[in-house]
T-cell receptor, first 115, second 115 residues
């Protein structure tokens, strides 16, 4: 079965703290892609990153970084020096070969960054 | 610079009424999707389309119908609305699925309440 688990329902941090959002996935496919989306309070879904199953290099983009580990089926997202504007719901999603391009979403992690 | 546009943004219906949600994209994408988002559930796929004139069921298709008469438009219909269909509906589009790594582009959502 294909599945994405985001065990952290809500996280609250104080501004400038680092925070890691966990994502664990399940799939039998050898070719798949993982995504992170951000949903700010305004409600839209914003694409953040995609990673394919053959590339385990970590990625850094400004204050954001992603750690993909196939051995543990995890694709974790870290925000360094968090800011109030990072407050949002973050979704991890899986796209696999049999899915016709459909995304399987985790239930999301609500991040609150307090000043 | 429209991207994916959903109409309407808000709607309140009475049980048993019907309505159609419209999704329009101007990126010439082949694939289009309808998701619903419920609290604590993440996004779940209702129906999707891999091209003009084609549609397919997703994870939660019951009570909904769709049509893709034109490549740029994807309509979601509720024939007889039920309170369980109260949700936020998102439309998305992407390039052809043979390239799984293409991110889906989302509309801003339609908030639908069924009384």
């Amino acid at each position: 079965a294909q599945k994405v688990t985001q065990a952290q329902t809500e996280i609250s941090v104080v501004e400038k703290e680092d925070v890691t959002l966990d994502c664990v996935y399940e799939t039998r496919d050898t070719t798949y892609y993982l995504f992170w989306y951000k949903q700010p309070p305004s409600g839209e879904l914003v694409f953040l990153i995609r990673r394919n199953s053959f590339d385990e290099q970590n990625e850094i983009s400004g204050r954001y970084s992603w750690n993909f580990q196939k051995s543990t089926s995890s694709f974790n997202f870290t925000i360094t020096a968090s800011q109030v504007v990072d407050s949002a719901v973050y979704f991890c999603a899986l796209n696999y070969g049999g899915s016709q391009g459909n995304l399987i979403f985790g239930k999301g992690t609500k991040l609150s960054v307090k000043p | 610079n429209a991207g994916v546009t959903q109409t309407p943004k808000f709607r309140v219906l009475k049980t048993g009424q019907s309505m159609t949600l419209l999704c329009a994209q101007d990126m010439n994408h082949e694939y289009m999707y309808w998701y619903r988002q419920d609290p604590g559930m993440g996004l779940r796929l209702i129906h999707y389309s891999v091209g003009e004139g084609t549609t397919a069921k997703g994870e939660v298709p019951d009570g909904y119908n769709v049509s893709r008469l034109k490549k740029q438009n994807f309509l979601l219909g509720l024939e007889s609305a039920a309170p369980s269909q109260t949700s936020v509906y998102f439309c998305a589009s992407s390039y052809i699925s043979s390239r799984l790594n293409q991110p889906q582009h989302f509309g801003d959502g339609t908030r639908l309440s069924i009384l």
